[in-house]
């Protein structure tokens, strides 16, 4: 994944992740910082809930309808912004969003000024248990620089996926 990752940061002059599932979280594994004075905190290691964050969203949208319900069953939303998801339904309504445009958004969900978009790496049979990040301060991440990075993110974890047919990192 790294050339991707490297590609990205070189791109859009933002903080890339790489991330695995981790049951009801999302754990990161790989970080590339903007070359901007001005970054995003994440650490490898570092675990954050699924639902807060585009990259446990992405995944999300990928799992079975059983497997997010569990997954649902066992948040205890907890408001970290104003703009945090805090049900089951705007949730579920996200979920379905992001199948229709293929990439997730986080706009200062976990964190007042920063802002989010990732896309699935799909296994061979859809599921996705890993994701790649692009943050960035929400002042430079306007509606077009997010919807631009979605496209990448989404034709870079296609081949992503295609290259890579199954894979799985013990975590």
């Known amino acids: 994944c790294m050339p991707y990752l490297e590609k990205l940061v070189g791109m859009y002059s933002e903080t890339v992740n790489l991330?695995?599932?981790n049951d009801d979280l999302v754990i990161y594994l790989e970080k590339i910082d903007s070359p901007h004075s001005m970054r995003i905190s994440t650490n490898e290691g570092m675990r954050l809930p699924m639902y807060s964050t585009a990259v446990g969203k992405s995944i999300m949208a990928t799992l079975?309808?059983?497997?997010?319900?569990d997954i649902i069953g066992k948040i205890s939303f907890c408001k970290f912004?104003?703009?945090?998801?805090?049900?089951?339904?705007?949730?579920?309504?996200?979920?379905?969003?992001?199948?229709?445009?293929?990439?997730?958004?986080?706009?200062?969900?976990?964190e007042i000024g920063l802002t989010c978009v990732a896309a699935a790496i799909r296994d061979y049979t859809g599921i996705a248990n890993y994701a790649i990040s692009v943050s960035g301060p929400h002042s430079r991440m306007t509606e077009e620089v997010r919807s631009r990075i979605g496209q990448t993110l989404v034709e870079f974890t296609g081949e992503l996926s295609r290259k890579m047919g199954y894979w799985h990192i013990d975590i």
């Open 19 to 21: 991330v695995a599932r």
């Open 64 to 69: 079975p309808k059983n497997e997010v319900e």
């Open 81 to 110: 912004t104003e703009y945090t998801i805090c049900g089951a339904g705007e949730l579920l309504d996200q979920l379905q969003s992001i199948r229709e445009k293929g990439y997730a958004e986080d706009i200062q969900e976990y």
